[in-house]
């Protein structure tokens, strides 16, 4: 059965590599941060160590929900701006997954998909016998583009 039905082709942002990025960009400014912290300045049982690791931790969080809010924004943005089409489809009314298969293996080949089709309760013998009569046009001992299966 074929049918056409409505698409819609946009952009759309990898989540991973934007909160990824979010995240690394967010380590970068803490270690640029960390650059310019007084350790005199520090209060008493904290080193310049304690506080990098705690500014690394909180800003590259930030920098992941950040890369991931600019995703999210970036991908509405790219769901206003699709482009819709109307395509033809092929809709297979048929549960059989291997009729479905069969079917599809068929059209990939230029057949007619309804022309193979038999039921379990016809004999199959008659195809076999056919292809019996018919006299092979080559030799399968070898390669067929020309070249040696010696290896050498």
């Known amino acids: ?4 039905i409505d698409v819609a082709v946009r952009r759309s942002p990898k989540y991973s590599v934007f909160m990824g990025l979010g995240a690394i960009l967010g380590a970068l400014v803490a270690g640029v941060l960390t650059l310019f912290v007084d350790p005199t300045a520090m209060p ?7 506080g990098a690791g705690l500014l690394l931790l909180i800003l590259a969080v930030g920098g992941l929900f950040l890369g991931g809010l600019l995703a999210v924004i970036l991908d509405w943005m790219g769901r206003r701006k699709a482009r819709k089409y109307r395509v033809g489809a092929e ?5 059989d997954p291997k009729e479905i298969a069969r079917r599809r293996i068929a059209e990939a080949n230029g057949e007619d998909p309804d022309a193979g089709s038999h039921t379990p309760s016809e004999p199959v013998a008659e195809a076999d016998a056919s292809a019996d009569d018919e006299p092979c046009s080559g030799s399968s001992d070898g390669p067929r583009d020309g070249s040696s299966s010696t290896g050498v």
């Open 44 to 50: 008493a049982g904290y080193t310049v160590g304690k």
């Open 91 to 95: 809709i297979d009314v048929v549960d």
């Open 1 to 4: 059965m074929k049918d056409q």
